[in-house]
């Protein structure tokens, strides 16, 4: 009897957490859940405005999605991201950028005997996708850890969650290059991309999309973008895949006999959101504030934050007189406080000494952690 699917899934790290979840809801304040990232202010006007002006939609979407929706990703790629070169044909809309990530692998036919690599440091679905598909994988920074064996697909995550790291454009470069020379598969997950915070060039975030990064070629190369942090839209599921046309074709393919649709009413509602850059800018100033004072409280109260140039969360260190603190133990002292973080080790044992804080919580909430960490 073949082993099921679930059990080669890893533990879902959310689980370990309730302890210290509840003793946090246990504040007499209430709790300050810090944990998720979970966007909590209002979806935009304009956004809601669409939505309900596509409501009437009795017909099946195409999988291939509106030309119009494919349209509005290539001019936001355009205007916000110096992205050149992409056709409509290397645009898909996705349901939710997770079930695309946790799908890659099997959907490209990589399997058992196959190699996939993701960051040593990074949230859980590139290596549940791995294993959904039966294939190997490996975790790490150096592309020389991976010795004699090619993987077929390799992915990055930048800016990075949970560390917030931006890889410069000598990195993304590298890689680029690295993965042509081989004939891997390389997708950028790039979901942050416009939740960066540093004034330094140096540390903005770049797709690899970018012709700077690629040389003007999308050959072998795919990109993952996410409408549910910068537009409040985790509700809605909207995302989209861009790159390679012959790859994009590839999935298109796949998704077609599985009937994998973004709804005609979601895609309308994305439209509206790329084409508006008011909100973002709005939004990116409401996390800006809440992020300053996070991290100052952190800082005051013996917190080192590392990275944390991007993203929507500070990479936190509790640093003792005996050395760094394990994340476990950091996240039982900000429990009793009533706040909730997530520890580090749940992106990868790089993270032990590490706890990520999200700043998506509400401004009452953040005033709350932060007279919290004063006290």
């Avoid at 070169?85 to 946790?102: H, N, R, Y």
């Amino acid at each position: 009897m073949s082993q099921p699917v679930s059990h080669r899934l890893p533990d879902f790290p959310w689980d370990k957490l309730t302890t210290y979840a509840a003793t946090a809801r246990a504040h007499p304040d209430g709790v300050c859940d810090l944990s998720v990232g979970t966007p909590v202010d209002p979806t935009p006007a304009v956004v809601q405005d669409a939505l309900r002006a596509a409501a009437d939609s009795p017909g099946y979407p195409t999988t291939i999605g509106l030309e119009a929706t494919r349209q509005a990703a290539i001019d936001w790629l355009a205007r916000r991201h110096g992205v050149t070169g992409l056709g409509l044909d290397g645009v898909l809309p996705v349901t939710g950028s997770k079930e695309l990530i946790g799908s890659m692998a099997l959907h490209l036919g990589i399997g058992p005997g196959d190699l996939v690599g993701y960051p040593a440091l990074a949230y859980p679905t590139y290596e549940v996708g791995a294993a959904l598909a039966g294939a190997d994988s490996l975790a790490t920074d150096s592309l020389t850890a991976f010795g004699p064996r090619t993987p077929r697909l390799l992915w990055l995550n930048s800016p990075a969650n949970p560390t917030g790291r931006v890889l410069p454009l000598a990195h993304l470069r590298k890689v680029v290059d690295w993965c042509r020379e081989r004939g891997t598969v390389l997708v950028s997950d790039e979901c942050y991309i416009e939740c960066a915070w540093s004034d330094d060039p140096a540390e903005r975030p770049l797709s690899v999309l970018d012709p700077q990064v690629n040389g003007g070629s999308l050959d072998g190369i795919l990109a993952v973008h996410s409408l549910s942090k910068r537009s409040n839209l985790a509700g809605y599921r909207c995302a989209f895949l861009a790159g390679d046309p012959a790859l994009v074709g590839e999935l298109l393919a796949v998704r077609k006999n599985l009937g994998l649709q973004m709804p005609g009413p979601q895609q309308r509602a994305m439209i509206a959101a790329l084409d508006d850059d008011a909100h973002v800018d709005e939004q990116h100033a409401r996390y800006a504030a809440r992020r300053a004072k996070l991290k100052d409280a952190l800082e005051s109260a013996g917190f080192r934050i590392d990275h944390s140039e991007a993203s929507l969360y500070l990479w936190a260190q509790r640093l003792t007189e005996a050395g760094a603190e394990d994340c476990w133990d950091t996240v039982a002292w900000m429990a009793e406080r009533g706040i909730l973080v997530a520890p580090g080790e749940f992106y990868g044992a790089a993270g032990r000494q590490h706890v990520r804080v999200a700043f998506t919580a509400t401004d009452e909430r953040i005033d709350a952690a932060v007279a919290r960490l004063a006290g």
